[in-house]
């Protein structure tokens, strides 16, 4: 009978927007007892923007650093990487074109101008690639507890500046979260933005610090679901919109992709959201517990 009974579920999902890959995931639903969910692009709207763009103190000017991020960032994918390139756009400056642009995901960008390596990434990135970023750290730390993601810029081997981006929450985050919890489900949040911004998130949305996975590069996801299935509280699902977020959208029990999200994070995800309402993940898991119960 439980064909059936997932053809019937399908289609009511449907009309809530939600298309429904894989049977199994869907059945599994009923059994998941931890939501891991993504931070930028899944609790936030994803479409960050600069607020604020600081030259390290004896660096140029905050144009001359917004051109050549935006130069260095033209051809990302990263939301990141198009807010920085839209505001030079938008102030009307010369986005100079780069050689060998190369994307470190989970990271940031590099790119060559007029000879001189360009670095822009999370703070982390450039002290990696052996620029001190000492000079702005107290102000990087600053910004970042007041919930922006700060992304610094390097070139000719010396940190040039910063440059803090904001997101906003999706209206219906904090509402999602107090409805899994009502359900008696654990939400967990998981990005790859600092742990400042991510706990400022976690708070307006109502997860716990203890919740909070930061820092974690795209590989880490995966891992972290794996883990979090290793500790016999049922299974898990994942929520998540970007390329980073593909393996553990594969890892999950059942893995759930914003429709707004990359094609790699649809086709790894068993649950797509289409209606782009975060609010349908918890009309997702009251259907299929419905159309489980049908088949008994
Ligand atoms: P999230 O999990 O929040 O979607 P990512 O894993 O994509 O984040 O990126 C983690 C961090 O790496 C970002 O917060 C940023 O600091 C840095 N980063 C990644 N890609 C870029 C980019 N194109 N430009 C600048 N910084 C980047
Ligand atoms: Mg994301």
Do not use: C
């Not at 890959?21 to 709207?45: I, N, P």
Request: hydrophobic share 50%; no cysteine; charged share 25%.
């Amino acid at each position: 009978a439980a064909p059936l009974a997932i053809v019937r579920g399908a289609g009511e999902a449907a009309d809530h927007g939600i298309l429904m890959r894989t049977g199994e995931a869907f059945q599994a639903f009923r059994s998941v007892r931890t939501v891991v969910l993504d931070k930028t692009g899944t609790l936030t709207v994803g479409k960050p923007t600069v607020l604020e763009i600081e030259p390290a103190p004896g660096a140029g000017r905050a144009e001359e650093l917004l051109a050549v991020a935006a130069a260095a960032e033209s051809a990302s994918e990263h939301p990141l990487g198009q807010a920085v390139l839209d505001a030079a756009l938008d102030r009307g400056l010369d986005v100079p074109a780069v050689d060998d642009f190369e994307a470190v995901p989970g990271r940031g960008v590099a790119a060559r101008l007029a000879g001189q390596l360009v670095l822009v990434g999370r703070p982390s990135f450039l002290e990696e690639q052996g620029i001190d970023t000492t000079a702005l750290a107290a102000r990087i730390a600053e910004l970042e507890s007041a919930g922006r993601t700060v992304v610094a810029v390097a070139w000719g081997g010396r940190l040039r500046g910063i440059i803090a981006l904001g997101d906003e929450l999706r209206p219906d985050a904090a509402a999602v979260v107090a409805a899994l919890r009502r359900a008696g489900l654990r939400p967990v949040l998981v990005t790859g933005d600092n742990r400042r911004a991510a706990e400022r998130v976690a708070q307006a949305v109502g997860i716990e610090p203890q919740h909070v996975y930061a820092g974690v590069l795209p590989g880490e996801k995966a891992e972290l679901v794996r883990r979090l299935q290793g500790e016999g509280r049922g299974r898990v699902a994942m929520v998540g919109d970007g390329i980073n977020d593909a393996p553990a959208l594969m890892q999950a029990d059942v893995g759930i992709a914003m429709g707004t999200g990359t094609d790699i994070a649809l086709e790894s995800a068993d649950i797509i959201i289409v209606s782009d309402r975060l609010e349908a993940i918890v009309d997702a898991r009251t259907i299929s517990m419905r159309s489980y119960r049908k088949t008994l």
